[in-house]
């Protein structure tokens, strides 16, 4: 059976991840610091505006991805806890001063996005010391595949190299919910440091692929933050965080109930759509005004009429 290749070999570059074995302990690289992840993003952020930015006007991205060996993440998360929060809010503190800097030079500088939104992930495949960023444009995955751009900086070298890759990367990465932040973009490019922003709490994390044209390629992320929300269809016309609404003609509207027993620690869902398959097992319809509940396990996926998948995954 042929071995499955690693992200880095998909890549071309499973070289700069083999440690020498002439590589002494005396030239392993020392732990990452705060101020080396603090520095790491604020020198790609200022590279990639160049890079980005026409005729005047100003790019940036708004989503950063920033990833670390798993052990080194642990260290940030057990001895550092609540650090990354720290490093968010300088970082934005400081892209404001850039981006102000632009616009005293007369350019135009309007956001892609209404938002900055920072994960910091890890990914088995770095090594203890690596690090790695990934700039988005649009946060929560809308962009184009094209436009996703990682940058690498490998222990034995040091020396940043930059590739454009398609969205099958991040299946190597591991997301927590620990390591999610979200702070709203400021258009008079003044941050509050009086706020410094925490860790998005959620029960759950949602994802599906839609089916229609104008979807291909884009996946649809949503956060659980309520205990209990709806999933709907592209006619849904109520907004709330309650409300996960997937614009496709195959969901219906309302299509599922889902609720967390905070006591028991366990998902119920309840379906009301013409045809709903829990880990290929059909669930029955029942009334919106009576609904009837089925355990939702972790990592479950469910098929909405037989066309939309929709995944759920442990916050």
């Known amino acids: 059976m042929e071995e499955e290749k690693s992200i880095w070999q998909r890549l071309g570059i499973q070289d700069w991840f083999l440690t020498d074995e002439n590589t002494g302990a005396s030239n392993l690289p020392r732990n990452l610091t705060p101020d080396d992840v603090y520095k790491y993003i604020i020198e790609k952020f200022s590279e990639s505006i160049p890079q980005l930015s026409f005729a005047g006007r100003v790019v940036f991205y708004h989503e950063f991805i920033i990833c670390f060996n798993p052990e080194d993440f642990k260290g940030f998360m057990n001895n550092k806890q609540g650090i990354f929060g720290l490093i968010v809010h300088e970082c934005v503190k400081e892209f404001y001063n850039i981006l102000k800097e632009f616009r005293a030079q007369g350019k135009t500088v309007e956001p892609s996005g ?19 960023f990934i700039g988005k444009l649009l946060p929560g995955g809308t962009q184009k595949e094209e436009n996703l751009r990682i940058t690498f900086i490998p222990r034995q070298t040091g020396v940043a190299q930059t590739f454009d890759v398609n969205q099958d ?30 860790a998005k709490a959620f029960y759950a994390k949602f994802d599906t692929i839609l089916p229609e044209k104008e979807f291909t390629g884009k996946k649809m992320e949503y956060f659980m933050k309520d205990e209990e929300i709806t999933v709907s269809g592209k006619d849904e016309s109520q907004e709330g965080s309650n409300i996960f609404r997937i614009p496709s003609d195959w969901v219906s509207t309302p299509h599922l109930q889902i609720r967390l ?55």
């Open 114 to 132: 209404s938002k900055w939104v920072f994960r910091f992930v890890s990914s088995p495949e770095y090594a203890r010391g690596d690090i790695g």
């Open 261 to 315: 027993d905070k006591g028991a620690n366990k998902f119920y869902v309840a379906s009301f759509g013409e045809r709903t398959l829990l880990n290929e097992k059909e669930i029955p319809k029942s009334e919106i005004s009576s609904p009837e509940w089925v355990e939702l396990p972790m990592n479950s996926k469910m098929m909405l009429n037989g066309i939309v998948g929709v995944n759920i995954f442990k916050s």
């Open 169 to 198: 990367i991040l299946k190597g990465f591991t997301f927590y919910s620990e390591g999610y932040y979200e702070v709203p973009y400021v258009d008079e490019l003044e941050h509050d440091g009086k706020k410094v922003p925490s």
